[in-house]
């Protein structure tokens, strides 16, 4: 995820996962997914904050995500990345720890952070050194303060910032075929986790981008 993508194409996917799930059922059902659709990398975004809960669900995506050569970031837990042997880690305080989690996680890692809104946020984490910014919620959701990202702002982006952009919270299909011009990435996670068949929501989902 670390190259702009040209704004003609159309946008990649990054997958985030429930906030729960079990250890039993999901790993598979993210495999059947990742095995039908192309998809740029996996967040790891569990509501835990038990380390060995973190950890075990790490390691069991890890091992879906590697054999398939997808990358897997994790949200805010940066030493669990470096333990894990993850691909880089998600910011949720946008732009505050991006130079302390690159420094420790190295050059080639993923630092990725959600800036809301707030194109001065976003402004600020790309000098910080994030690989892409993330700006929503898009749509209706609970992501965030309230405040809702429009499609101008990733209308100016585009125009002006080569960092990647990434499009996230309260997706439909409406939604997604306004900023599909204008993002790189769309980050998709409830919308189809909360679906009987996740494959065909995604795929659905997908044909709204092009």
């Given at each position: 995820?670390?190259?702009?993508?040209?704004?003609?194409?159309?946008?990649?996917?990054?997958?985030?996962?429930?906030?729960?799930?079990?250890?039993?059922?999901?790993?598979?059902?993210?495999?059947?997914?990742?095995?039908?659709?192309?998809?740029?990398?996996?967040?790891?975004?569990?509501?835990?904050?038990?380390e060995d809960t973190l950890s075990r669900a790490a390691d069991a995506l890890r091992e879906v995500t590697?054999?398939?050569?997808?990358?897997?970031?994790?949200?805010?837990?940066?030493?669990?990345?470096?333990?894990?042997?993850?691909?880089?880690?998600?910011?949720?305080?946008?732009?505050?720890?991006?130079?302390?989690?690159?420094?420790?996680?190295?050059?080639?890692?993923?630092?990725?952070s959600f800036c809301g809104a707030s194109r001065h946020e976003g402004l600020s984490a790309g000098e910080?050194?994030?690989?892409?910014?993330?700006?929503?919620?898009?749509?209706?959701?609970?992501?965030?303060?309230?405040?809702?990202?429009?499609?101008?702002?990733?209308?100016?982006?585009?125009?002006?910032?080569?960092?990647?952009?990434?499009?996230?919270?309260?997706?439909?299909?409406?939604?997604?075929?306004?900023?599909?011009?204008?993002?790189?990435?769309?980050?998709?996670?409830?919308?189809?986790?909360?679906?009987?068949?996740?494959?065909?929501?995604?795929?659905?989902?997908?044909?709204?981008?092009?």
């Open positions: 995820m670390d190259s702009a993508e040209q704004q003609a194409e159309q946008p990649q996917i990054y997958l985030v996962t429930p906030p729960s799930f079990e250890l039993g059922q999901f790993p598979g059902q993210m495999a059947r997914v990742l095995d039908a659709i192309e998809i740029a990398c996996v967040r790891l975004d569990l509501v835990s904050r038990d590697h054999a398939r050569d997808i990358a897997l970031v994790i949200s805010d837990h940066q030493i669990l990345a470096e333990r894990l042997g993850l691909d880089g880690v998600h910011l949720t305080d946008s732009s505050k720890s991006i130079r302390t989690a690159r420094k420790a996680l190295g050059p080639d890692a993923i630092v990725g910080a050194g994030a690989d892409y910014v993330c700006f929503g919620p898009v749509g209706a959701s609970g992501l965030g303060d309230g405040a809702t990202a429009e499609q101008d702002l990733f209308e100016w982006w585009s125009e002006m910032i080569e960092v990647p952009v990434v499009a996230e919270g309260g997706l439909t299909l409406d939604v997604v075929r306004k900023i599909a011009p204008y993002t790189d990435f769309f980050a998709i996670g409830e919308e189809i986790w909360r679906e009987e068949d996740p494959v065909a929501a995604l795929k659905a989902l997908q044909a709204a981008m092009g």
